[in-house]
């Protein structure tokens, strides 16, 4: 009788660029019995079990589409493979209790890994924000503040100013780090984020401005952009007796 299968399985791995050795490696079926099959050599197997298995899983290895295979060369299987099927024996039952365990495994490790990227995103993007907090900490070494003036004001309540207090509001285009001083208090010190929006009144205000584009600051009603145009940390005083120069530059 002419062969029929052996060369068929030939012919789906050499048509992909498989070789039985990667075969082997990939189903854990010797060699011997790879080549047994592409030989149509069936005495080597104790029954239809067996060569349904080791067939089934040649193809897998090749992807190649063992339903449409099967049922083209079922008829012919049956008249080829005389042994009657015997039980699967334990080598094959401890196999497939390994792949289902790796499966599980791989399920497993994924569910695991989306709940901890859930977990994450919760903290980092969800309420509280702990990425905030993160970032309104101290500001990193990338930029240098500069230094502040030995003439602060003392508290205001202390000092009583005759001169008209400022108003200063300040609107955030982008996220920076900012501190904000009136007098000798410091009001704040943090990263503020796009579209916050706050105003400060006082007769001696201080901002220090690490990303000085992002902020749009508005003083006594009047627009001040002229520092927005600075790459680099700077620092701005102003209280009643240069406001005028400030305006100005």
């Known amino acids: 009788m002419e062969k029929i299968i052996g060369p068929a399985l030939r012919k789906e791995r050499e048509a992909r660029g498989v070789t039985l050795a990667e075969i082997a490696n990939e189903t854990r079926i010797g060699t011997r019995f790879l080549q047994a099959l592409e030989d149509e050599e069936f005495d080597l197997f104790p029954g239809k079990f067996y060569i349904h298995y080791y067939i089934k899983n040649y193809l897998k290895a090749c992807g190649a589409d063992e ?13 080829v493979a005389k042994k009657g ?5 334990d080598m094959y039952m401890q196999k497939m209790a390994y792949l289902k365990f790796r499966k599980s495994r791989k399920i497993f490790l994924a569910i695991l890994l989306l709940a901890v990227l859930a977990i994450l995103g919760y903290l980092f993007l969800g309420p509280p924000r702990l990425l905030d907090v993160f970032l309104s900490s101290t500001p990193s070494a990338h930029f240098a503040v500069p230094a502040f003036s030995d003439h602060l004001l003392r508290l205001e309540a202390e000092s009583c100013p005759s001169e008209t207090p400022l108003t200063a509001r300040l609107a955030l285009d982008a996220s920076s780090w900012l501190q904000l001083w009136r007098g000798g208090e410091k009001l704040a010190e943090r990263t503020f984020f796009k579209g916050e929006t706050f105003t400060l009144h006082g007769y001696q205000l201080i901002l220090v401005i690490a990303n000085p584009p992002a902020l749009r600051l508005t003083l006594n009603g009047r627009e001040v952009s002229y520092f927005r145009g600075s790459s680099t940390a ?5 209280n009643p007796g240069n406001l005028a120069e400030v305006f100005q530059r």
């Open 234 to 238: 700077l620092k701005l005083i102003v």
């Open 85 to 89: 099927d015997v039980a699967p024996p």
């Open 67 to 79: 339903t449409a295979f099967f049922n083209t060369y079922q008829e012919y299987l049956n008249q």
